[in-house]
């Protein structure tokens, strides 16, 4: 064998175990980065017919576990969403805060017994007085949830806006990492492209197509969104529907629908579409139930000056939004009806009457207390129905992550091994370098 080819093999042995031991380095420095994948270098024999030349490197190798990875984008969209409902349930929980005196319960319980101390004293100023303070506290608080259950919808709102700004910056930023991986593939480029897909998969529910050369199509109900010369960015529209407000998405550039179902504003959709306007729709069938019954018996009522046919409540109201007392009797007690029509003077049995509706019937789920119990339980089995399928949802990512780890992840130990036997491989080739310069000296000196 020649002294050149001895110098080339050494030569590209330095080479290659100098590029072996830089991946080997960059391994190490990612073990906690969890979108970077584990590089692997490979060695072959470079060969020139009979006469081998020494190791031949190829590129790095971007280990992956794809079956995993994909199936970790699509567990994130179920977690997206069960995380942001759950958040947004427990705030509509705090409205209906039945741990203190401001709690619905208490109040209704209040209002009704004041009734009940106005059967003992029809005559009494005071218990007339209470009966409208106590009547007013249960209107302010029917309001109260009203403006909370809104404030939670107004605040969704601006915040779909954000999620949408998000979701189309990643958008954008998935085009220019496939224009860039089409003109020079990149490992680098591919661990960046799947951390924002990972992170575009806790927000919205999508689908993914990858190409041979790593570029990747990204499609939401049926709608390819991003692809190498595609992009569609999505927009958000508040609309009418029954008379309820929705917000519906759809692409910022001709408007066409996108149904988004999972992933975190999918969450912030069906909360602001359908639990809100349902958990309204329950408390203002609470609110009507309990007017029209006590106008009912209210009317039939004589007050103290001998006049029937007066409502107590408001004879227009719709539900929470506009509970509110008859202004007549709330600017004068004296005209609510204590007695009924003929019984004599310091009778409270219309009072008694309705003081006794907090134990009738009058829903469904039975009284105004179990109407409303019923609807506090739907609530909480809501909500640990949410908390539930989030701590499942991540258990199944932790397994799913672990399962990609196992390939892609790096193990220090493994690659410290590594490092020392690229590393002893480099001195040994560069050894053989020394040795063959040494020879050639010492040929040179007998010259």
Known sequence: MSISRILEIGKRSLLAYQSAVKTTTDNISNANNEYYKRRRMTFDQLNMGYNALGLNIG??????????????????????????????????????????????????????????DLAKEPESQYARNLVVDKAIVLSDSFQRINGDLQNIKDQIVPEVKLQLKDINQKLQLIQKINQQIRKQPNPDLLDQRDKVVDELSQLMNIRIKEKDNGEINIYSDGVLLV????????????????????????????????????????????????????????????????????????????????????DFFASDIQGISDFRLNEAVKNDPSLIASRKPGDAEGDGGVAQEISDLQFKSIFNEGTSHEYYQSFLTQLGDKIQENEFLTNSQKMILEQLKNQRDAVTGVSMDEEMTKMVQYQQAYDAAAKVISTVDEMMSTVLKMV
């Open 59 to 116: 590129d790095a190798q971007r280990l992956r576990q794809r079956f995993a990875e994909y199936q970790i984008f699509s567990e994130n969209q179920f977690l997206g969403k069960y995380e942001s409902t759950h958040r947004l349930l427990t705030q509509i929980e705090s409205i209906f805060d039945e741990n203190s005196d401001a709690g619905l319960s208490k109040v209704m319980s209040d209002f009704f017994n004041s009734w009940n």
């Open 227 to 310: 692809s190498y010369d595609v992009l569609n960015e999505l927009d958000s529209k508040t609309v009418n529907a029954d008379g309820k407000s929705q917000i519906k998405i759809q692409l910022k550039n001709g408007g066409y629908r996108i149904n988004i179902d999972n992933g975190e504003i999918a969450g912030l959709l069906e909360t602001y579409n359908e639990l809100i306007p349902k958990y309204k729709e329950q408390m203002d069938a609470l609110a009507r139930g309990i007017s029209q019954k006590v106008n009912a018996i209210h009317r039939q009522g004589e007050n103290l000056e001998g006049t029937t046919g007066i």
